[in-house]
């Protein structure tokens, strides 16, 4: 039985504290949102407190993630192991949309929701120490409550007043930047799409040889550096000329329609869970696309709408990727966890 573990952990450490890095120069980069803290004179008494801002925020992340350090990096490798179907431009194709809206969209909202947590967080991981030490559990519940009532309404009584304006001001630029973003990240992905559809359809001619000729070798690697060199050719002919994104589309079309292929024909079969919904969700995408490059269709919606539906279908591909991860990461916590 394959086992995620006969992987390497280096990969997963370092894209680990790559995120805790980023994180960190996200909250120093937004912090001259919460200078209009300084302007309220009610709580000028933040006026200090508002330099530890990125400190503050950052905090929270730091704890959870390093106190469960190896359950994240566990759950990492379990994440590559299940995605490992997925093409190099495939898994670039879902990493920028995810990313995209976990910077965009899910961190500014969940950030005060991770602050509460450490509430209870900090004073139960205190008083599991203490357990040890202390042999009436009643004393620990005491010290638990003491600590977390203690810890919560500092939290309120400082850090309400951030939260407000960070969630208002963050998410009103957040807002500004999927208005100017959006079409950009929109259209590079239809491009790594369509790349990775090419690979996709290559892959399948091999396969399907190597069914008559068991000696027919599979170019993983080359086929891998065409998606790439794909990837970057069609990404820049996008930017001159926009135009190019309806044959990318159809482009893009080669990948559910491989899925289909191979599910027929029993390719694959191990993979066919997270290949299937991959390939709808690059339906989703070129159908998308497609229609928005329709002049008739065009011209009865305004770009408000449009730009609602681009948004949703990136937010439907980072739901698959990002719900996937989650997923790993909650299962890595099973000491006996097997991998099929």
Excluded at 266 to 291: N, R
Aim: aromatic residues 14%; hydrophobic residues 60%.
């Amino acid at each position: 039985m394959s086992n995620v573990t006969d992987y390497s952990a280096v990969l997963e450490k370092i894209i680990l504290d790559a995120f805790l890095l980023t994180l960190l120069i996200y909250y120093i980069f937004i912090w001259r949102y919460i200078v209009s803290l300084t302007e309220i004179p009610a709580i000028t008494v933040y006026r200090y407190l508002a330099i530890l801002f990125p400190i503050i925020m950052y905090l929270p992340w730091l704890i959870v993630i390093l106190y469960n350090y190896d359950t994240f990096i566990y759950g990492m490798q379990l994440f590559r192991y299940r995605i490992r179907m997925l093409s190099i431009v495939h898994k670039a194709f879902y990493a920028i949309l995810s990313l995209f809206i976990l910077f965009v969209i899910i961190i500014p909202l969940i950030t005060p929701l991770i602050m509460i947590a450490i509430a209870f967080y900090l004073p139960y991981l205190i008083a599991v120490k203490l357990k040890s030490f202390v042999t009436r559990s009643f004393i620990v519940i005491s010290i638990y409550i003491i600590l977390f009532l203690t810890l919560l309404l500092g939290i309120l009584l400082m850090l309400v007043p951030f939260y407000t304006i960070f969630l208002r001001d963050v998410l009103n630029h957040s807002l500004n930047v999927i208005e100017m973003y959006l079409s950009l990240i929109f259209g590079i992905s239809i491009c790594l799409g369509a790349s990775a559809g090419v690979g996709s359809f290559i892959k399948l001619i091999y396969e399907g040889a190597r069914e008559y000729d068991k000696s027919v070798n599979i170019p993983q690697k080359k086929i891998n550096a065409l998606e790439v060199i794909l990837a970057m050719i069609f990404s820049a002919t996008y930017i001159f000329r926009e135009s190019f994104l309806a044959i990318a589309s159809v482009l893009l079309m080669l990948s559910p329609i491989v899925t289909l292929i191979k599910r027929a024909r029993g390719l694959g079969v191990s993979e066919k869970t997270v290949d299937f919904v991959s390939g709808l969700i690059f339906i989703v995408f070129a159908l998308t696309s497609l229609l928005m490059s329709i002049e008739k269709y065009s011209m009865l919606i305004n770009l408000v709408i449009e730009s609602h539906i681009k948004l949703i279908a990136i937010i439907i591909a980072s739901i698959m990727f990002l719900g996937i991860f989650i997923a790993s990461v909650i299962d890595s916590s099973r000491k006996n966890y097997e991998f099929r």
